[in-house]
């Protein structure tokens, strides 16, 4: 009796292996489709088709959020120094002696529109004189003219500007400041800033003092006069769609002679990852090592997979999407002491790119590209787009907040479908021209027709 | 209007929206990009009537037509956007089901997130924007409520918050059950009815607070709120059991035809019908408001799983070196 007993004791304890087991495969089943599904998107096996849409999407989705947040403290920020400080200010012509036609109100509006144009075109001239020669730089091997001219640029902003800032905010206040305490604390701020923009650095303080850089940039543009700066938005989302989508841009060639040297490009790109300088060494001679082997067993192997694997189509490793080349009017053509320095400000923060790539691409993947995204598989996005989204809000900053809150949606919404796109196509794209196109419709629908319906609903109480 | 009246006032037209948005909003990241789409489609639809009343101009002063012709917009603009979102479900979830993932996006807290993008839009435009305008020493006073009109315009705008949330879902669900396709029986027309009455206590409720007296439109505003509620509840809770029947009818259906492969079958069809399960919480059915966690920790475990193998390749590759 007792051993028929353990009998049935053995076959139940089987019956529940056997159970865990089965459950154990299933589970593994879904696992496995995952990830074997992406292992041979990767491996360029097959095509992301539609089947892999929820894939993209879920990528997609998980990203957009530490792209939407930074961009949502910068103009937050934007908006309320420029509330608290700015706003009131008489305005001092700050731009004059730079820009080649002053407005002025005694001029008919069609003068003073040409003459912004005007403005606007001599800028974006400027603006592409200077990338091409950043790029014959980088191209002939003087990173490190380039790599000085953003530490200098960096610094200057920082202690400038935020000095600039800082004493406007205190006259607003109200407050007295001597100029000890403003020295010190300045000077360190910056120093602070560049090391940790230019070299190591924790990550969140990393992020912190992009955004300043970034909200200060704004906070300055924001004196331009009027028509100069709707017409400069206009032309620089039209110059960003040109020059990141044509085939033969300057910005492609940046990149391709990027990924051959296998060095960072010198410029100021806002990621949302940790940058570990020790670890990327080891691990760039192993993968070194990895990638020879690689190549020689791709050569051997069938031809198919490197021609699919290096089209745009498939999901791939560090795709660089450009946007924007950054710069600003500042950057005109007289020999101002001011403006030598503004002018390599801006060069700086030049290719604006939207980067996506997948963690288990580390793995399978030639590491072509920059030694300090071998890690970095997230989302950047280069610091122009931040200024001149920046910039739209501080215009609507000066008016009043319902256009700031329906610009505000409108960059946002333009940015996550630019962000969509860019993770159905794998191209590099601009992120300029969407959202300011959304927001300077925003803008001018609000500020001259719904401000005045609210106004007048709100006395009597009525909501639509 | 001091700023502690400030903050008062803006902590009452908020309040719900916040805490719809806390509680469901937040963890999810897909459900904040239809909030934000949700406020963006408002925006265009007040931009479509404020241009109406601009261009229009005997209307500026008399707000009957203004509110008929917004009600129009508003509710189009709806429906466009439940189109839209009907269009992104379906696709979404047909390939999940096909790959066997969990990444769908449950549909009644996606209706909700888009409602409350419609009423934080709501919210922001007609009421914030003009009271920031406002804060300083001074108050203005009416004779309505014999209270302060920002309070009370407050008040109106935490009830047309929340009335947004509950029209959105209250179409979308509606619309979805009258129109699914359905294994046994008619589709049933209370689902229309539930949506003529949320259209039109859209119009009634912006048209009550035309009246003069206090009481009566504070009343009905709310009372009509609590009604809604109550409504969008047994909406829910129609929809829940709808799927326990189809899910039931399936079984049916599955054990009735001879198949050895049935769990795999099984599976798929369970995951096609219930939101974001999987196979062990098949006892948990009727839990739909259950949402899937961020995708980051199943994308750790696997990554985890790489790079153990990364280690073992490495290791691999040393070994053939020396």
């Known amino acids: ?464 | 209007m001091t700023i502690s009246r400030f903050l008062g006032c803006l902590l009452i037209s908020y309040s719900p929206l916040i805490a719809l948005f806390l509680k469901f909003i937040l963890k999810d990241s897909k459900l904040l990009i239809i909030s934000l789409s949700g406020a963006f489609f408002w925006m265009l639809s007040i931009f479509l009537s404020s241009i109406l009343w601009f261009v229009v101009s005997p209307w500026k002063k008399e707000h009957i037509w203004t509110i008929i012709v917004s009600f129009i917009f508003q509710e189009v603009v709806r429906f466009l956007c439940f189109k839209l979102w009907n269009k992104l479900e379906t696709s979404i979830n047909l390939l999940s089901r096909i790959n066997k993932q969990k990444r769908k996006i449950n549909y009644i807290l996606g209706s909700i997130a888009c409602g409350v993008g419609f009423g934080f839009g709501y919210v922001l435009v007609m009421h914030t924007g003009v009271l920031t305008n406002v804060i300083g020493p001074a108050d203005l006073y009416t004779t309505k409520c014999n209270m302060s009109l920002f309070v009370l315009n407050s008040f109106y705008a935490q009830a047309f918050g929340l009335l947004n949330v509950i029209w959105t879902s209250i179409m979308f669900l509606s619309i979805r059950n009258y129109t699914k396709k359905k294994l046994k029986g008619k589709p049933k027309r209370k689902y229309l009815v539930y949506l003529f009455v949320s259209i039109i206590s859209h119009l009634v409720e912006s048209l009550i607070l035309l009246v003069n007296s206090c009481t009566a439109s504070l009343l009905v505003l709310y009372l009509i709120l609590a009604g809604l509620i109550i409504l969008l509840v047994k909406l829910i809770v129609d929809t829940m059991n709808e799927k326990k029947n189809e899910y039931n009818l399936l079984k049916q259906n599955q054990e009735s035809s001879s198949n050895e492969d049935k769990n795999e079958n099984f599976s798929q069809e369970i995951n096609f019908l219930d939101d974001n399960k999987s196979e062990e919480n098949e006892k948990n059915k009727t839990d739909i408001l259950n949402f899937e966690d961020e995708d980051e920790d199943e994308d750790d475990d696997e990554d985890d799983e790489i790079e153990k193998n990364d280690d073992l390749d490495e290791e691999e590759e040393e070994e053939e070196v020396n």
């Open chain 1, 1 to 464: 009796m007792s051993s028929q007993n353990e009998i049935e004791e053995k076959k139940k304890k089987k019956k529940k292996r056997n159970n865990k087991k089965q459950n154990h495969k299933q589970k593994n089943k879904t696992k496995d489709v995952e990830f074997n599904t992406r292992y041979e998107i990767q491996e360029g096996k097959r095509d992301p088709g539609k089947e892999d849409l929820d894939y993209i999407v879920a990528v997609y989705t998980k990203q957009l959020r530490k792209v939407l947040i930074p961009v949502a403290v910068t103009m937050l920020l934007v908006v309320l120094v420029i509330r608290t400080a700015y706003k009131d200010k008489p305005e001092e012509g700050a731009f004059n002696d730079i820009m080649v036609y002053n407005e002025s109100d005694e001029d008919s509006a069609g003068f003073r529109f040409g003459g912004a144009l005007l403005n606007a075109v001599i800028v974006i001239a400027v603006i592409l004189v200077v990338t091409l020669i950043m790029v014959c730089l980088y191209m002939k091997g003087f990173d490190w003219i380039l790599v000085g001219w953003v530490i200098f640029s960096v610094f200057i902003i920082l202690t400038f500007y935020g000095l600039l800032t800082w004493l406007e905010i205190f006259q607003y206040l109200n407050k007295s400041l001597d100029w000890i305490s403003a020295l010190i604390v300045i000077i360190n701020f910056g120093v602070a800033g560049t090391i940790t923009i230019t070299w190591k650095g924790a990550k969140i303080v990393n992020q912190i003092y992009l955004i300043i850089i970034s909200v200060l940039f704004a906070a300055i543009l924001s004196t331009l006069p009027e028509y100069t700066t709707w017409i400069l938005l206009v032309l620089l989302a039209i110059y960003d769609l040109v020059v990141v989508l044509s085939p033969k841009g300057p910005l492609k060639m940046l990149v391709e002679t990027a990924e051959k040297k296998g060095k960072p490009i010198p410029g100021l790109i806002y990621s949302s990852m940790v940058w570990f300088m020790s670890k990327l060494e080891k691990n760039k001679t192993k993968k070194k090592r990895k990638n020879e082997k690689k190549n020689e067993k791709k050569k051997t192997s069938s031809s198919s997979e490197s021609n699919t694997s290096e089209s745009d189509h498939f999901l791939q490793n560090n795709k660089i999407l450009n946007s924007n080349s950054s710069e600003s009017e500042e950057n005109l053509i007289k020999d101002n002491h001011e403006i030598d320095k503004e002018e390599s400000e801006e060069n700086e923060k030049t290719p604006t790119k939207i980067k996506i790539s997948k963690k288990k691409t580390k793995k399978k993947k030639k590491k072509d590209d920059n030694s300090s995204a071998l890690l970095d598989h997230s989302p950047k996005l280069g610091l122009g787009d931040f200024i001149f989204y920046s910039l739209l809000i501080s215009k609507a900053a000066y008016q009043d907040y319902t256009t700031v809150f329906t610009c505000f949606v409108a960059i946002l919404m333009g940015l996550s479908l630019t962000l969509f796109f860019l993770a159905l196509l794998q191209k590099a794209l601009p992120a300029l021209p969407l959202s300011i196109f959304f927001g300077i419709i925003f803008f001018f629908i609000t500020s001259n027709v719904l401000v005045p319906m609210n106004s007048l609903l709100f006395q009597d109480h009525v909501f639509l």
